[in-house]
Nanobody
Framework: QVQLLESGGGLVQAGGSLRLSCAASGRTFSSYHMGWFRQAPGKEREFVAAISWSGGTTHYADSVSGRFTISRDNAKNTVYLQMNSLKPEDTAVYYC?????????????????WGQGTQVTVSS
């Protein structure tokens, strides 16, 4: 069982930066692949970024590639999402998730664990 708690969301102007954190409970955090997702009002939840259990593999949605960076610190049971050059279209609730299958993270299929989400609002 893994519990996930996101933090770091807020209001930022276009072009600004935010760093989201996702703290996980449980001793098996380092066994899970992790991902960040987002959901804007009236839209479906979409994949943002994924990182393998070791941190050695990452994937990004085309819309955030080059602007966002996912990382993890297994000693702190935490995964991060550094968001730079933010745009108004990045406004959404951001969720972190955990799964034993990396494919589940990148395809948003049958993911085992979700956090509650944190709001990110980018003003123009």
């Amino acid at each position: 069982q893994v519990q996930l708690l996101e933090s770091g969301g807020g209001l930022v102007q276009a072009g600004g930066s935010l760093r989201l954190s996702c703290a996980a409970s449980g001793r098996t955090f380092s066994s899970y692949h992790m991902g960040w997702f987002r959901q804007a009002p009236g839209k479906e939840r979409e994949f943002v970024a994924a990182i393998s259990w070791s941190g050695g593999t990452t994937h990004y949605a085309d819309s955030v590639s080059g602007r966002f960076t996912i990382s993890r610190d297994n000693a702190k049971n935490t995964v991060y999402l550094q968001m730079n050059s933010l745009k108004p279209e990045d406004t959404a609730v951001y969720y972190c998730a955990a799964d034993f299958q990396y494919r589940s993270i990148v395809t948003l299929e049958r993911i085992d664990y979700w956090g509650q989400g944190t709001q990110v609002t980018v003003s123009s």
